[in-house]
């Protein structure tokens, strides 16, 4: 995951307000993770506990809302139908890794 989103911001995928806050709540994210998975000790677990939390709700509201409005950007093709939810929200399987070692280190 990591690996594709330097390439879009390499690349310049990244063209309103919203990728851009994407892109900024993965890397706070991925440096929590990096932090747990290092034993390395970031900031406060405070500020970990906040980011757990806003990282997880910006995931469910981006997977939600944005994700199919952004296809096109990604070089993904949009659907003439739109996405079931549930079909949406099995995308977010793929970070939970993510948010138990963020947890892990919050907590």
């Known amino acids: 995951m990591g690996t594709t989103a330097i390439w879009f911001l ?6 309103n307000n919203v990728t851009r806050l994407d892109f900024v709540f993965s890397i706070i994210t991925w440096l929590g993770l990096f932090g ?42 949009e659907e003439e139908e739109p996405m079931p939810l549930a079909a949406k929200l099995s995308g977010l399987i ?12 919050a907590f």
């Open 94 to 105: 793929f970070v939970l890794p993510l948010y138990y070692g963020i947890f892990q280190y």
């Open 10 to 15: 390499i690349k310049g995928k990244y063209k």
């Open 36 to 77: 747990y998975v290092t034993e390395t000790e970031m900031l406060t677990p405070l500020v970990w506990k906040i980011v757990f939390v806003f990282g997880l709700l910006w995931d469910v509201i981006f997977t939600i809302f944005f994700t199919e409005r952004f296809a096109g950007d990604f070089g993904l093709e």
